[in-house]
């Protein structure tokens, strides 16, 4: 197998794009493909402040590599969730320390929720009966990487979703014809609300392998294990069987993700405005839907 650019031994072979690349052209493959995207979707300007939620794992610290080496003003943030299963969250708040030292000391703040609010998101779940831990802890990164972006003013909130991630959650809001999750899925949600900042998915073009391929290349160090909480996540499941399409025809996730997104775009979906936040809570002062107290606030009243 030869690069299609110099001849020399591929390291990667992408059939879906009828492309096999050795490592030099495929480590500035990537950030070319991640550089289109944002173009693409006008995730955000060059000049604009970028705030990049980092879990110190492949995706999310391949995309902080990709926006350094493309020379965005940067900053990570890392929510440790106190997961202590075999020290699951110290172990990836250590990787996105090491990448910060091994990149120039770049900026990063650690939010500990355990310190910060008194419980971990597992003690949360526990002590709230019929809540997953999945949407406890979604529901607490969401409140604090929207407070994080505020505070710091960045523009944008970058994750590192991947094809994928896209695909699979694409594939289960349809079966489920989940229609508010069909309308707000995209690579970009817009700001809302001049302190909830737009929330941005640069790696959304990228196959998992990809991204993989990259961190391995580039010699990025990350947490190979995935979160405890997730082995048994619907999304497992519903990629193991995009995987088994995507063997038998190349290209079919990327087929399926951006038609949706043309789909999208040519009014399929019935679109409304979405209705104005109005609202500040009263306790942490960010905006909300609730009168009174907002979802993030009312979550820790209620824990004993």
């Given at each position: 197998?030869r690069?299609?650019?110099?001849?020399?031994?591929?390291?990667?072979?992408?059939?879906?794009?009828?492309?096999?690349?050795?490592?030099?052209?495929?480590?500035?493959?990537?950030?070319?493909m991640?550089?289109?995207?944002i173009?693409?979707?006008?995730?955000?300007?060059?000049n604009?402040?970028?705030?990049?939620?980092?879990?110190?794992?492949?995706?999310?610290?391949?995309l902080?590599?990709i926006?350094?080496?493309?020379?965005?003003?940067?900053e990570?943030?890392?929510?440790?969730?106190?997961?202590?299963?075999?020290?699951?969250?110290?172990?990836?708040?250590?990787k996105?320390?090491?990448?910060?030292?091994e990149?120039?000391?770049?900026?990063?703040?650690?939010?500990?929720?355990?310190?910060?609010?008194?419980k971990?998101?597992?003690?949360?779940?526990?002590?709230?009966?019929?809540?997953?831990?999945?949407?406890?802890?979604?529901?607490?990164?969401?409140?604090?990487m929207?407070?994080?972006?505020?505070?710091?003013?960045?523009?944008?909130?970058?994750?590192?979703?991947?094809?994928?991630?896209?695909?699979?959650?694409?594939l289960g809001?349809?079966?489920?014809?989940?229609?508010a999750?069909?309308?707000?899925?995209?690579?970009?949600?817009?700001?809302?609300?001049?302190?909830?900042a737009r929330k941005?998915?640069?790696?959304?073009?990228?196959?998992?392998?990809e991204?993989?391929?990259y961190?391995?290349?580039?010699?990025?160090?990350?947490?190979?294990?995935?979160?405890?909480y997730?082995?048994?996540?619907?999304?497992?499941?519903?990629k193991?069987?995009?995987?088994q399409l995507?063997?038998?025809?190349?290209?079919?996730?990327?087929?399926?993700?951006?038609?949706?997104?043309?789909?999208?775009?040519?009014?399929l979906?019935?679109?409304?405005?979405?209705?104005?936040?109005e609202?500040t809570c009263?306790?942490c002062?960010?905006?909300?839907?609730?009168?009174?107290l907002?979802?993030f606030?009312?979550l820790?009243e209620?824990?004993?």
């Amino acid at each position: 197998m030869r690069c299609a650019k110099c001849g020399a031994t591929a390291v990667i072979g992408m059939r879906q794009h009828r492309l096999n690349l050795c490592a030099e052209h495929f480590v500035a493959w990537v950030p070319d493909m991640v550089a289109r995207t944002i173009d693409k979707y006008a995730m955000f300007a060059p000049n604009e402040r970028i705030l990049v939620a980092v879990s110190g794992g492949k995706d999310s610290l391949a995309l902080w590599d990709i926006l350094i080496r493309q020379g965005y003003e940067t900053e990570g943030v890392y929510i440790n969730l106190g997961i202590d299963h075999e020290g699951y969250s110290d172990a990836s708040e250590d990787k996105v320390r090491a990448f910060a030292e091994e990149h120039g000391s770049v900026p990063f703040r650690v939010v500990n929720v355990g310190e910060v609010y008194g419980k971990t998101v597992p003690d949360l779940a526990h002590t709230r009966r019929g809540k997953r831990v999945c949407s406890v802890c979604g529901l607490v990164k969401r409140h604090i990487m929207n407070r994080v972006a505020s505070e710091g003013g960045y523009a944008a909130i970058a994750t590192g979703h991947n094809l994928d991630d896209e695909a699979a959650t694409l594939l289960g809001n349809t079966l489920h014809w989940q229609s508010a999750y069909l309308l707000r899925q995209a690579p970009v949600l817009p700001e809302t609300h001049p302190r909830l900042a737009r929330k941005v998915k640069p790696l959304c073009h990228l196959y998992e392998r990809e991204t993989a391929a990259y961190a391995l290349l580039r010699g990025i160090d990350y947490v190979e294990e995935e979160c405890p909480y997730a082995v048994k996540a619907k999304s497992i499941v519903y990629k193991g069987l995009l995987n088994q399409l995507e063997h038998r025809s190349p290209g079919t996730k990327l087929q399926f993700y951006l038609e949706y997104l043309h789909a999208r775009e040519d009014g399929l979906f019935r679109q409304e405005e979405p209705a104005p936040i109005e609202n500040t809570c009263p306790q942490c002062g960010q905006p909300t839907m609730a009168t009174g107290l907002c979802a993030f606030c009312r979550l820790w009243e209620k824990t004993p």
